[in-house]
């Protein structure tokens, strides 16, 4: 079992997503956008005002809620990261063998990554679902629903009536987990079973054009990448061949001969796309009538999204596609991304998504809230009776300062334990399942050579 072991964290460590240089920007930028999810769901709890991009209808903005700097605190653009990661990552490999001629080799890996990829989603998934259940049922978020804070009273389960239904509960939201998103345990669980059927996407298309021509794939992405915005589909469709096209444009020699030649020209055309893109990206998600720039991205949106178009999704999925393209053809902005801290924070990425929610309705909720004094009665009402209590404060406003550094501290150090010793048994056992339930091409290849 040690040897097992120790082949399997040699080989997270060897993998092409810690050191092909081709995703090493995507793992380091991946890594950053887990970064702002965590702090878009603490800024949702502690400040909800900076969803938009005023105080008030009549008060001016907040420093931070300007555009470009509001950035740091929104989540939606990160979900977005991810499906464009995911739609190029996953093609790279097969788009690089269909490009060699190697196709059977590319709808063989195709096959197995689809496989093996639903496995690595969900076996984590379903340990951390479970573990905020278990959380849940001994009373770890007890302290939520009596907060002041809106976002983690309605996000926090409470404890089931009975063992049996505790059970049953656990197992209803494993299921709705993977059929509609739903997660009452872990809300912020319902990306993983778009991000999963993105996945999916790639896989078939990759199937479905392995014997295209590369210039004619790229005009069918696009045709796809069209069809999803008409469709409203701003969270996968649109980003997951967004992702494709850049992993296409990876192995286009006269791309890549151009950014090569002129790497200069190529910067400096690339920072207007960055800047166009975290500029769209800023659109706030409540009340953009309130700012004249984020109101005129409001009737720009009726001319331009479909009919019935959510904009607060549509704004941050092609500000993130701008923006990506922009970072594609910046040598600079790859290093940045390809740092060493980046990519330790990627590596961390998928551990951090799935415990900073239960780690923020328990842990970080006992301690801004923990120490506050419970408040008396308002009052009475009409027939006497003692009238609900406030809400429990914040422990203090400044000691928020001073709690959130800690917080980061321990959920990346759990995180990383998480990396290191939950994730090898996740590979195990989705490495035992594939030796189970694969074929023995070797044993088929040899039984038709004697036929």
């Not at 045709?223 to 061949?241: F, Q």
């Not at 700012?291 to 999704?313: Q, V």
């Not at 914040?394 to 990383?416: D, H, N």
Request: charged share 15%; with cysteine; hydrophobic share 50%.
């Amino acid at each position: 079992m040690p040897s097992i072991m120790g082949a399997i964290r040699l080989e997270e460590m060897t993998s092409p997503a810690c050191q092909n240089r081709e995703t090493r920007w995507a793992d380091g930028l991946r890594g950053f956008a887990s970064l702002l999810v965590v702090t878009a769901h603490i800024t949702r709890a502690l400040a909800p005002v900076m969803l938009s991009p005023a105080m008030s209808e009549t008060l001016p903005p907040m420093i931070l809620q300007l555009p470009f700097l509001r950035v740091f605190f929104m989540g939606r653009a990160s979900v977005a990261i991810f499906a464009i990661l995911s739609g190029y990552v996953n093609a790279l490999k097969p788009i690089r063998q269909t490009k060699s001629g190697q196709v059977d080799f590319a709808l063989s890996n195709v096959a197995k990554s689809a496989f093996r990829r639903t496995a690595r989603f969900i076996i984590p998934a379903v340990l951390a679902t479970t573990l905020s259940w278990f959380i849940c049922q001994f009373g770890g978020y007890g302290l939520t629903q009596d907060v002041d804070s809106a976002w983690i009273r309605e996000t926090s389960p409470l404890p089931s009536s009975s063992f049996a239904g505790a059970l049953y509960d656990l197992f209803n939201n494993l299921v709705t987990t993977w059929t509609d998103g739903g997660n009452q345990y872990d809300r912020i669980q319902w990306t993983l079973c778009y991000l999963l059927r993105g996945s999916m996407l790639v896989y078939v298309t990759i199937v479905a054009t392995a014997y295209v021509q590369s210039k004619y794939r790229m005009l069918i992405y696009t045709a796809l990448y069209l069809y999803y915005w008409r469709m409203g589909d701003p969270v996968i469709g649109m980003n997951i061949y967004a992702g494709m096209l850049l992993a296409e444009l990876t192995f286009d020699p006269d791309v890549q001969s151009f950014v090569v030649d002129h790497s200069h020209l190529s910067s400096f055309l690339s920072f207007p796309l960055m800047i166009l893109g975290t500029y769209i990206i800023s659109y706030p998600e409540e009340n953009p009538e309130w700012a004249t720039w984020s109101n005129g991205l409001l009737r720009l949106g009726y001319h331009i999204f479909p009919d019935g178009a959510e904009f607060a999704r549509f704004y941050p999925a092609l500000g993130t596609n701008i923006l990506l393209l922009g970072i594609f053809f910046n040598a600079t902005a790859k290093r940045l991304f390809a740092s060493q801290a980046l990519c330790w924070l990627g590596k961390m990425s998928f551990a951090v998504y799935l415990i900073h929610g239960p780690l923020i309705r328990s842990v970080l909720t006992w301690m801004l809230y923990g120490a506050s004094a419970q408040p008396l009665p308002l009052g009475k009402d009409d027939n006497g009776n003692d009238l609900p209590p406030a809400w429990i404060p914040l422990v203090s406003r400044w000691l928020v300062f001073f709690i959130l550094p800690v917080f980061y501290i321990l959920l990346y150090r759990l995180a990383q334990l998480w990396t290191c010793y939950v994730e090898p048994w996740c590979g195990l056992a989705t490495s035992l399942i594939e030796e189970k339930v694969f074929r023995d091409d070797s044993r088929l290849e040899k039984s038709v050579l004697l036929a």
